[in-house]
């Protein structure tokens, strides 16, 4: 018998080590768990909701334009938002009520169209925010209730965790790349 529970606990061991090899790589590197809290991204992102955040491909390429990421406050690291890439490095994003027009450095400006915003989260504003290099402008799909690069200023690269990848939880949600949207643009 005690030979059995020896046994069991050196078995037990090495598997802890080896699942620990495992996923501490994995969670640090690939991916990791995000709750979503507050209604800041209503109604594409209820609060409670659990995602996996894919922290590994942004390593290969860069955000996009609907791109639903994950990123560091810029004034507290500690804690986490999500929401969308609105504008991108070099561009000037100007908020002209209802609209937002994006002007690049070499191509003629253009209306981003919105499908993901319910009409009752939409608030005219108006404000320009010229992009340097390494810079986004974030924006959440609630726009009433959404702290974003319109109050605290433009994200650096080096905020970004990583994007949406899996919604998990709720069931009745399970979504892969929930909220991805690829912007149609309509040009001036």
């Known amino acids: 018998?005690?030979?059995?529970?020896?046994?069991?606990?050196?078995?037990?061991?090495k598997f802890a080590l080896i699942a620990l090899l495992i996923i501490l790589p994995i969670r640090a590197f690939v991916a990791q768990p995000f709750i979503v809290r507050g209604a800041s991204m209503i109604p594409t992102f209820q609060s409670g909701?659990?995602?996996?955040?894919?922290?590994?491909?942004?390593?290969?390429?860069?955000?996009?334009?609907?791109?639903?990421?994950?990123?560091?406050?810029?004034?507290?690291?500690?804690?986490?938002?999500i929401k969308r890439v609105i504008g991108l490095p070099g561009e000037t994003v100007e908020l002209l009520g209802e609209s937002i027009v994006i002007q690049g450095?070499?191509?003629?400006?253009?209306?981003?169209?919105?499908?993901?915003?319910?009409?009752?989260?939409?608030?005219?504003?108006?404000?320009?925010?010229?992009?340097?290099?390494?810079?986004?402008?974030?924006?959440?799909?609630?726009?009433?209730?959404?702290?974003?690069?319109?109050?605290?200023g433009v994200l650096k690269r080096d905020g970004i965790v990583g994007r949406a990848f899996l919604r998990v939880l709720p069931p009745t949600r399970l979504d892969l790349f929930p909220g991805q949207e690829t912007h149609n643009e309509t040009s001036l």
């Open 1 to 13: 018998m005690e030979r059995n529970t020896g046994k069991f606990v050196d078995d037990f061991i």
């Open 49 to 81: 909701e659990y995602l996996i955040v894919d922290q590994l491909s942004y390593r290969f390429h860069n955000p996009e334009r609907g791109d639903v990421i994950i990123l560091r406050y810029p004034k507290d690291e500690k804690v986490f938002f």
């Open 105 to 152: 450095n070499d191509s003629p400006p253009v209306t981003i169209e919105e499908p993901y915003i319910a009409d009752d989260r939409i608030q005219n504003e108006y404000g320009v925010y010229t992009l340097g290099e390494g810079e986004y402008f974030v924006m959440g799909d609630n726009r009433i209730e959404s702290s974003d690069s319109r109050s605290w």
